[in-house]
């Protein structure tokens, strides 16, 4: 059995989950290839307007994925309990997809994570395996596989941050959804302008989740979104430790417009870019504000200029 992954939105967060689980099922896995141009054009094209560039690219995924498996995975998560909501349209995705793509005839295969509504992840990955025909201990033992190998990638980006926050680089927080730090298409040219002007870049979620989680309700009590308390809890942990910070956002994002708005306003003493992400192939505008940011860093740790 073939199962697919879009190589988008929260494959970034959870992927490896995702797929040890799959796997230990004995399931062959195929996620689609990193983001490029034509995958970005055929989203577009199956989107509605109104989208953000994030879902767009998760359409395209998806389209890729079409002819290439037995079923695409398509995970439908509203929240890991009070005050951990996930945007809504991760619990809508499931349905977005099939319309989209029923004339097609897409077979998808979901599990439903809400825990307030009492389907936590363990049990919705049981019933997940269960549904693919596999026994009730295997899908356990598969999830427990699984957790297993998200807490070592845990770890290794714990031991990553550290590591980044003991060099004495020009550091660079980089403080937006993984979704879109780690795209190739729209991410990685801002890593790499980053690093082509003598600075580390460290993205937000290498910071431990809850305790990130639980500085961003130290925060804001007002923000349901639990991945962007997180995000605006790493730029609390580190703000003091980093030279600088990059709020990156992907096109019409609601949530990621509130955090960004809110960082900007409560957090004092750290220079701040605002980057929004549109899909767009020139670089040189984007280039050129990195640039001039990172100028800015080099100045104030040198002491030449005082913000």
């Known amino acids: 059995m073939r199962i697919g992954i879009p190589r988008a939105l929260y494959y970034y967060r959870y992927g490896v989950l995702w797929k040890t689980f799959f796997s230990a099922l004995g399931c062959e896995v195929v996620v689609s290839p990193k983001t490029d141009r034509a995958i ?8 509605i307007d109104e989208s953000c560039l994030s879902a767009k690219i998760y359409l395209g995924h998806v389209a890729w994925l079409m002819d290439k498996c037995d079923y695409i995975f398509v995970p439908r998560i509203a929240d890991m309990g009070r005050d951990k909501e996930f945007c809504l349209r991760f619990r809508a995705m ?14 998808l295969v979901t599990c439903d994570i809400a825990l307030r509504e009492g389907k936590s992840e363990a049990k919705a990955f049981t019933e997940l395996g269960k ?10 033992n598969a999830y427990l596989l699984a957790k297993q190998a998200e807490q070592k990638q845990e ?9 980044a926050l003991a060099r004495s680089d020009l550091k660079v927080l980089i403080c937006g959804h993984a979704y879109n730090i780690y795209d190739r298409y729209v991410g990685q040219p801002v890593l790499d302008a980053i690093h082509t002007n003598h600075a580390l870049a460290i993205p ?3 910071v431990d989740r809850d305790a990130a989680w639980q500085a961003g309700c130290d925060l804001t009590d007002t923000m349901p979104w639990m991945v962007n308390r997180e995000l605006a809890g790493a730029a609390v942990l580190l703000h003091d430790k980093v030279d600088g910070i990059v709020l990156l956002s992907s096109f019409s994002c609601g949530p990621d417009s509130m955090t960004d708005e809110i ?27 990195i640039e001039s940011f990172i100028d800015i860093l080099h ?9």
């Open 40 to 47: 970005l054009q055929q989203g577009t094209h199956y989107a």
């Open 299 to 307: 100045l104030r740790k040198d002491g030449t200029v005082c913000l």
């Open 263 to 289: 960082l900007t306003r409560r957090l004092k003493n750290i220079p701040i870019l605002t980057m929004t992400l549109d899909g767009q192939d020139a670089t040189a505008g984007m280039e050129t504000r």
């Open 155 to 163: 770890a290794e980006n714990a031991r990553k941050l550290d590591n």
């Open 94 to 107: 499931p349905d977005v997809v099939y319309s989209t793509f029923r004339e097609e005839g897409v077979r």
């Open 131 to 140: 549904k693919l025909g596999f026994k009730k201990q295997q899908c356990f």
């Open 204 to 206: 937000a979620d290498w």
